[in-house]
């Protein structure tokens, strides 16, 4: 209920004062659910344009099986769930049926109701095959938001010519995910090369001083060609996140 | 001259393969202007969205008025300098007399040809009153670039309620560049707030563990609430540039 | 034995100055034993205010029943281990039959003699179902010390208002203990909100540039909001000790 | 106006909802005044029981003064500044001529009207004498915060007779903030000798692998004795202020 | 087909100009194959000098031999893949008999065409028996690439005596590759002793405050003796691929 | 043979110049064994005071039995391997049945020909139950090497008065060996206490912001009490080597 | 006031039990001064075995000479300042006109009493002429304290000669102090040529990877050659406390 | 006087056998001068192919010219002083007065006897015109050390098509120097395209998160194009040497 229709039930005498500054301030709990161990936020995709994503990490198959039930029962027809192992994914499973398990990217996803994609084009591109597990979750994120995206692998800056053999892909995107581990060089060259906005995810991929990433990440923050946002190390899921609201950005236009 | 061109001459005879196929491996060179200690990039615009932006740090004011003579001269009416201080302002002032200083931001702007601004609405925020320079670069260099752009300042999350009143202004913007200091905290407010790009910049402000923005810029790598892009400590100008290169998105459409 | 009474003794000529300067030199003896592995502190609970705790983390099980038989048959009837693994549990289980285990929290307890639980209420508030394990290490510990413990948990700041609904249950607890991992954020929001004194637990939750909690260590450190006291990474257990002192600040006034 | 009171006139026909409703959303704006570089926070005290304190690092002299106006003439008598240069104290002096100065803590405090003293005890011990501009600072804020306030100097842990001979007073206080830098061991062993909470402070004393007090604010983090927390390096006002807010704590029992 | 010829083609009437653009903006095609996970890059050689190095971390078995077979097909004699595991061995000796394995390198080697070994002598020193892996690492992938390589190990500074008997070797090599973990010292001492190029590799040997290697590396990059070339962490390959461009560059003259 | 004989017989006659040149230069190689994985080195007692001890990590069991039996056919008595596990040990004992295990040391010792212990006293003091590992690494080291050395366990600053206890022991020792991990406070303190040279071990010992022993390896380097030097991480070898030369030195006198 | 003639006292009935429990308790005082801003520990020369020194840095002149006749009241002949400017030198000089100032090594000395030189011989080697400023606050110190100390300078491992053709003096030593900036490889080296105990100082010498010396500290802490004590970054007064306690141990032999 | 003379005269009865042993062991001496502040090594030459070069950086200007002045009076015709400020060359120049100042370089030069250069061709390659400093401080090295030197300066991959333009004089170096600051992907781009040696040169320039050179330095080492040597950060000298040492290693050929 809308704060506004609140205030009119107060004028017209069906609500006292006390009661609905009450409800006023109760407004907020229908938006989530107190599962104890979770607090489910339902009101995120109205507020932030996507629904709550299950971060398993540190959460118990139980958990996560109830976080899922508990979005079912109040009407979320699509959920993801990230960073999910294949057991979590063989527990998820024997629960609720109809869950996908995407394994390079270790995302569950449940898609009930299926969406048209949307433009403009998002396009996922990765230097290295290492790299393909955090490019796989930036895709299957973008896919499951409703974006139509495209995965271009294994063009790192060490083959110039195979990144520059895509420059029509590239030029023709709207949003460019940029995944990349070692010295990341690849997110500066392509945002070079390509006037939209650069997504840069630094991967974990190396050894030695790549330091789990931080070589990439650091080489992501300096890049001499602007433009270029970073996410954290192996963040393929959040650069899809931020790709999704550029895309819903022009949608709203 | 573009690719089809020459080779319709060297189809009718106009030319030599040989000497097309120099031409063809020396198209770039018109690009560009070689002036010894800089290499100015002409094709930046039609190839990034973006002219070329002079980055003062480490350069002399005769190479800075060089560059932006060189620019000039090829016809760039708008030019952009970026980590100015009033000294190198008041050399390139004696030599190119409409220049302008924006004292805070530290930018030299030339703007010869003013164009109108195009939507939406690109919002800078900041944390902070120390964090103001830095979210001057940021919108200095985004109205400088054609963005709506508009500043809200010294809203940081110790005093919650400033930012709560802002809401409006908040979901109605289409990018929202969040610049803070100290702990960063507002990047991850902001963006579990609204559903628009986010992009954040940390800033140096603050002592101690704080690390000269470390504490900021971790913090918003982090961020509990996805959809953020981070740029480099103090980078308003970066964050200005993603911010426009999405509105142009929204534009092309 | 006290000095004073040492003392009179002398002056009474019942003691030889000699042996009594021995005494008073050997005085800290009675108050530890050495088992050769560890030197166990009986004085630590009149001196600091809170009998010793066993930290199992590279102590063999062995040592540990050890430690916790020394202390029972000086008389402690309440005893604390933490960082205990289950296959340590069982180990001392059967040699201390009335030991519990608190798996979440890792934290072995004997409770011989159970005290009324002392106001004011401490909160142990943590912003995702992954930061459970360390909020339980913190509310177990507290309610072991006699605490008025309550537990919030899964209210982080990318679903502001599962906090904001809880602004009741903050501005009522006496000590709010913060336990966050990721970019920790919540640590500065929930000081800004409260007037009672903030106790900030950053968690290794996370990954990549979480750097095993260091993004949330620092956040919590340059706090813009002032009065938070900061702990070790996942330290529950030392948040819950301090908590302890500050209540028992209040009960002594 | 209270939000019980909107309602009532709504509810008497003597508002309009709808204007309600933005009343509603409004009421936050009387607790603050937008200054444009500045949104000075005037619910501060009511919400976190201190009034908003000035952080004069990257402010002008301007911004200061014009912060301290604003607070003055919305009622607030006592004013505080920290991290302010002699400079700038000038600056303020001669707009607000009773404004003091202490210069070792880099404070400008304004007392209007002083208030008595509230116990328990506030400890600041220090380790060495170049640590006491940061006692000082600690010293200072919660003296001017209404703390009974010591201050014990130069007691570091190469001399830990001096700290012995003391060790009524670290008894008899109800709250310690130590402050220290090189190696910080000294709160770890006053932690280890009292039963009061302890606020460390890791200072910048040092050179070459104390990092700026890195290695100290380590040490304080890892303490062995427990119920230490810590705030940023250097950070005496931090320290003051929860330190005040458990003494608070204490007086509304 | 080289461009020239496609050019040709144009003037003859043979190919239409936009055929002839398309064709040449898609004349890098044929320098490499996609594999979907995997571009392979079959230009290298001709760029860079030596052909795609294997690197399998983070690669299926399936994927390496994949990318083995796509090489084999298009005429490659010669493979080299580093970082692998015994099992991807076997699993890749299944499917390639003749591929070789060398266990202290890690090292899969297919090798159907030798060439004779040309000078000058590439020599591989190493300072304790635990960088043994690293330098034959260093020692293999010289011998694969045609490198009269010479390994001397366990010569660190320690023992100097050991290493001044060796100063006839030292001194008449071409190239020398130092391998050293803990404090990285030889890369100095040796450096200090002879006239040719250095390359030095640090090593993860080591415990403590080695941190992975952090402290040869910082060792090897700050040598007082000048005339060191720096490579990653554990990177013998690496330091093998630069000897051996080295030694290209002699037998070029 | 030593340089003056080779000499001698030059001028005698008996040798060729150029012979002995090359004697003179291969004077070295009587002085270490060459296994072509490791170089044995058989000087370094003459030179440094202590024969080679073996550093088990990252060597193969076979290598280990390899160079002790190189170290006995060289007529060493007695050897010392470091860092080695149990399944190492099962191994060099089946080869050598007389070595001798320490498991919490992790050391191998053979002992063929015991010598008296020399004074003075060397202590090895450690804070925690944690920490004896290290703690017995340097007692074992120290005791192998003829120290008188006695150890003192669990002893940390957070129960100040079981140190205190042991003031005679500390004050009648010729060099103390402080074993601390977390804060690694123990050494300052002791340095504060005592006379003589002390020597530093930081431990691993700890979790979140202990990074694995550097807090206590910086607080150890930033004693505010001199005269203490400091080893590697964990590194109770080191410091019983150095100990052990110190002791060395008083006998000399 | 020993603790026996108290006690004696009070068997002899000239003194109340409660007043001795008062001297006792207070007997440390007589042990320092109390200056307010400093607390000058009188009683360190007798616990360890040198009297306070004074570290300048963050101490006014005006303190710096408070400290030094203090100390002159009470008896002390020969005061030792580090880290002094001029300024400070010129300030103190007017107070105290025969204190002395040592300008490479930043010392303030005075020295009333001057005593004989004891051995073994106290040898500072350092490896550049850009490490010399340390080295003479470790000799000058190793001097004041009565060491017989010699210097050997920019005797690095670039040129390893230099070094090798002082072994005699190396191995002559009793203790050697290693200074060493940049890779600090000149620790290993020597304590792998030298039978004494080696006390290694980092200098910040260096630029770029050196990091203000941590490049040379963790060398150092790694060194290969066993028996190396490590002082921080700079600390030429600590080793030069550390070898001097080591020189007074061969002493009290 | 060389090992085999000595021995020629042993043999021939005009030396005494223990003399000349002393006269071997002191055969360094000759090869260095004994300045008390600095030891020139004057065998540097040919023991490594370049002579002593002096690092200004710490050295007194009276220190550098005392340096200078040994070398010229031992037959040393060219000297090169980097890191040398300008007011360090003017003291220099007053004293001799044909030393030559590069000023972007801060290199003084004295050449008395030039020497014609020697191929193949050094080029250096530098991203931007901020890192034009160290690019000229390799080139005036790299030419003074007689190799055949290039610049090609500001072309960086925000602008590819500018280092793509200058492929051919790329591919004909026989060594290159790339030189690049912030995220330093030049290196990596230039390895990819070509097969020479690379050595790359992290430079200092950038803010933030490129952490004085961090950033590039981690990119340079972490280059997923191999063949990359690394040195220090904004250490053009030691790239020049490098260089060096590798052209004169195609001369001995």
Redesign the interface.
Known sequence: ME??DI??K??S?D????A??EL???A??P??D?L????V?H??RS????A??I?C???TPE?IVGIMRNMISRGTDNILAT?ASQETFDFVCSAIPDAEYFAPARIIALTRKSEPKRG?RVLVVC??????PVAEEARVTADFLGCDVQGI??????????L??R??DLRGA??IIVVAG????L???V?????????AV?T????????????????????????????????G??AA??A???V???A??
């Open positions: 704060l506004i205030l009119a107060v004028q005498g609500l006292d004062p006390a609905a500054a006023i301030n109760a907020a709990p938006a989530y107190d104890g161990y979770a607090v936020d009101d995120r507020r932030t344009g996507a709550e994503v971060y990490a540190g959460k958990q960073r403009p230097a290295g095959t290492s790299d393909i692998y294994d063009v790192g800056v060490a083959g110039l010519h195979r520059l053999a420059l029509g709207g949003v070692m010295e990341g060089a997110a500066s060259v945002a070079g090369l390509t006037p939209c906005p650069v997504i630094p974990s991929v190396g050894y030695g001083a790549s330091f789990g990433g931080i070589a990439a990440l650091l080489a992501m923050l300096n890049s001499c060609a602007s433009g270029v946002g970073v996410v954290n190390i192996d963040n899921f959040g996140m931020l999704s609201h550029i819903n950005l022009t709203e236009k």
